[in-house]
């Protein structure tokens, strides 16, 4: 990389953290938000992400990018869940070409932890949700793998 390259990426990384520091939430994250609407929430997509690690640890990664592409831009909104529709002229975020090598395994691990929470807790919990929360996860569990 030439040094303007790099002066001109240190200027836009610089100007985003200001932004994220002079930006203050309308309604501050909370660590139980779920703890009413859907108690086992945790426990729920937990199980699923830990017989995932077992069955295909390359779910590891594939979520953490997963979670990283989806919340890159614009911020976390699950919308690289979403397929293009049939005959669309625009692509979805998730068919876009920087999005083409997402492995499938991410994709499947998040459907099949918003299966089981849809069952136990039906149109209460996001999908951004279930992919920060898996996200989250999977990094538990990576650090638990190296660590023993």
């Known amino acids: 990389m ?6 001109v990426l240190v200027l836009v990384v610089l ?6 520091a002079t930006t203050l939430p ?3 994250l909370k660590v139980d ?3 009413s609407s859907c108690p086992h929430l945790e426990q729920l997509v937990g199980s699923v992400t830990s017989q995932q690690f077992k069955e295909a640890p390359v779910s590891a990664p594939a979520t ?20 293009t529709k049939a005959g669309s002229a625009v692509l979805a975020k998730k068919d876009a070409q920087d999005n083409k090598h997402l492995v499938v395994e ?8 918003k299966a089981l929470v849809e069952s136990k807790c039906p149109g209460i919990v996001s999908c951004a ?5 898996a996200a989250r996860d999977f990094v538990h ?6 660590v023993l």
Do not use: M, Q
């Open 33 to 35: 938000f779920y703890s």
């Open 2 to 7: 030439s040094i303007f390259t790099n002066s």
């Open 106 to 113: 991410a994709f499947d691990g998040i459907k099949n932890a």
């Open 15 to 20: 100007h985003t953290l200001k932004s994220f």
């Open 26 to 28: 309308r309604h501050p």
């Open 141 to 146: 569990l990576v650090i638990s793998y190296l």
């Open 64 to 83: 953490i990018r997963l979670f990283f592409h989806d919340c890159f831009v614009e911020g976390c909104d699950g919308s690289i869940l979403i397929s």
């Open 129 to 133: 949700d279930i992919v920060a929360i």
